[in-house]
């Protein structure tokens, strides 16, 4: 009897990124700097994906800032209560919104609402570019790309 069935973190190749037009929570725009990690997601209910990805960067790379992007199609203001709500304040200021997902959603191609990625941009190229949950493997293989940020 299967229970769960297995899951896969779909790792991408290097992939050159569109320019990311966004605004964090706290008002600031966004300022794209040179090699930065980025957790996204293209709905709300992505959070709990994000989740994931945001305490292991938390824990394994505890200097280095990471960037939370919600890709929406539009920000009502009932989805931005929704988002302030659920984020916590001291994280407003990492937390982005992107109301032109497209770009992103071509790259990422989200099977579900719920499907997050993780990334290291550098020079405008994502690598490594791993989309869901990563498992320990595919995580492993992640960070050791990562490798002088970790130090």
Same mark, same amino acid.
């Given at each position: 009897?299967?229970?769960?069935?297995?899951?896969?973190?779909?790792? $991408?190749?290097?992939?050159? #990124?569109?320019? %990311?037009?966004?605004?964090? @929570?706290?008002?600031?725009?966004? =300022?794209?700097?040179?090699?930065?990690?980025?957790?996204?997601?293209?709905?709300?209910?992505? =959070?709990? +994906?994000?989740?994931?990805?945001?305490?292991?960067?938390?824990?394994?790379?505890? &200097?280095?800032? &990471?960037?939370?992007?919600?890709?929406?199609? *539009? @920000?009502?203001?009932?989805?931005?209560?929704? $988002?302030?709500?659920?984020?916590?304040?001291?994280?407003?200021?990492?937390?982005?919104? &992107?109301?032109?997902?497209?770009?992103?959603?071509?790259?990422? =191609?989200?099977?579900?609402?719920?499907?997050?990625?993780? #990334? @290291?941009? #550098?020079?405008? /190229?994502?690598?490594? %570019?791993? /989309?869901?949950?990563?498992? +320990?493997?595919?995580?492993?293989?992640?960070?050791?790309?990562?490798? *002088?940020?970790?130090?």
């Amino acid at each position: 009897m299967v229970w769960r069935t297995s899951y896969q973190t779909r790792e $991408l190749d290097p992939t050159p #990124t569109p320019a %990311l037009v966004a605004e964090a @929570l706290n008002g600031d725009i966004y =300022q794209a700097r040179d090699r930065e990690l980025l957790v996204g997601g293209f709905d709300l209910r992505a =959070q709990s +994906e994000i989740g994931v990805w945001n305490r292991i960067f938390d824990e394994e790379l505890p &200097c280095v800032r &990471c960037w939370t992007v919600f890709f929406l199609d *539009s @920000l009502t203001p009932k989805v931005a209560a929704n $988002l302030r709500a659920m984020i916590p304040r001291s994280k407003h200021d990492k937390t982005l919104v &992107c109301t032109q997902p497209e770009p992103w959603a071509s790259i990422i =191609q989200p099977d579900r609402p719920e499907r997050s990625f993780g #990334t @290291l941009i #550098t020079e405008g /190229v994502a690598d490594p %570019l791993m /989309v869901g949950i990563p498992t +320990e493997e595919a995580l492993d293989r992640f960070l050791e790309k990562l490798g *002088s940020l970790r130090e």
